[in-house]
């Protein structure tokens, strides 16, 4: 086979949690593997008596790095990418590799498997049918803040990463951002004390607080605002968004969301004559 960089998913917590694919893949067809911290990839390995050659690749050496992995694939190696655990550059490093080996026409080949937002939010009880992932939310105050009154008025499910020592102080922000909505904290996932907190951010807060300590790895998974847009004139919104690069069918769509209202009544506004929409008067 052709030289090749796979996205190799691994396991978010429990080892068997890997596909056979991904298992062939880095048993049989790479030369070395690429991963954020080698002793972690290595209990992997060792697990399934894989032996290959490491080689590290995280936030700290990814520029330097990437320049190696290439002339490796150039040279016809082919490389496994791995992050700590699940898919790799989902909030890990990567991005620069694989945007330079696609500017080089080189091979990247994606093994899907292991995702924390995506199973978090399967079991959540959330909806599912719009969801934005935010990545890790920012450590400083101000800026955690600001990405939370950015995502406010979202139209679906919004998902986030956070550190168990900061927990508390991101579910006070949230309650006083995005009020009392529900939510989820999805904690240690596929893990002996894997565990799933439901309710408002203060309710869940409350539970925490009680704590000795909070440990291991979180997804939170905050519910859309109840409340709609006011809009006062959905024809100027649709003209708005189709001037941003929306087709009329996505505004108007965006537009009844937005409103609470049916889709088929904005179509009908927006398709009715001219003398017949709100706001027009015969002169």
């Known amino acids: 086979m ?4 796979y996205l190799v998913a691994t396991p978010i917590g429990n080892l068997e949690d890997i596909t056979l694919r991904a298992l062939r893949i880095l048993r ?12 972690q990839t ?11 050659p490491l080689i590290s690749y995280h936030e700290h050496n990814e520029t330097s790095r990437t320049g190696e992995i290439l002339e490796r694939l150039g040279r016809g190696e082919s490389i496994a990418l791995v992050s700590d655990a699940g898919t790799p550059l989902i909030s890990d490093p990567g991005y620069r590799v694989v945007a330079a080996a696609l500017a080089q026409g080189l091979a990247v080949v994606p093994i899907p498997g292991p995702s ?34 950015g995502v406010a008025r979202n139209s ?16 006070a922000d949230i309650s006083k951002i995005l009020g009392e909505r529900p939510m989820v904290l999805a904690r240690e996932l596929t893990k002996i004390h894997e565990e799933f907190l439901r309710g408002t951010p203060d309710e869940i807060r409350s539970q ?22 006011q809009i006062e004139d959905p024809l100027a919104e649709i003209s708005r968004l189709e001037g ?37 008067h015969r002169g």
Do not use: W
């Open 2 to 5: 052709a030289a090749a960089l």
């Open 28 to 39: 049989e067809e790479v030369d070395v593997i690429a991963c954020e911290d080698t002793r």
């Open 42 to 52: 290595q209990k992997l390995l060792t697990h399934y008596e894989i032996r290959k």
């Open 116 to 149: 924390a937002v995506l199973t978090a939010l399967s079991a959540s009880g959330l909806p599912m049918d719009e969801f934005r992932f935010i990545g890790f939310l920012p450590a400083k105050a101000v800026a955690r803040r600001n990405v939370l009154e």
């Open 156 to 171: 679906g499910t919004v998902i986030a990463y956070e550190s168990p020592h900061r927990i508390l102080e991101s579910l």
């Open 208 to 229: 925490l607080s009680k704590r000795e300590s909070i440990k291991g790895e979180i997804t939170l998974l905050i519910a859309q605002s109840e409340e709609k847009d």
């Open 244 to 280: 941003v690069g929306f087709d009329r069918m996505e505004a108007i769509k965006n537009v009844a969301k937005r409103m609470g209202l049916p889709k088929r009544e904005i179509y009908r506004l927006a398709a009715a004559p001219d003398s017949n929409r709100p706001g027009k």
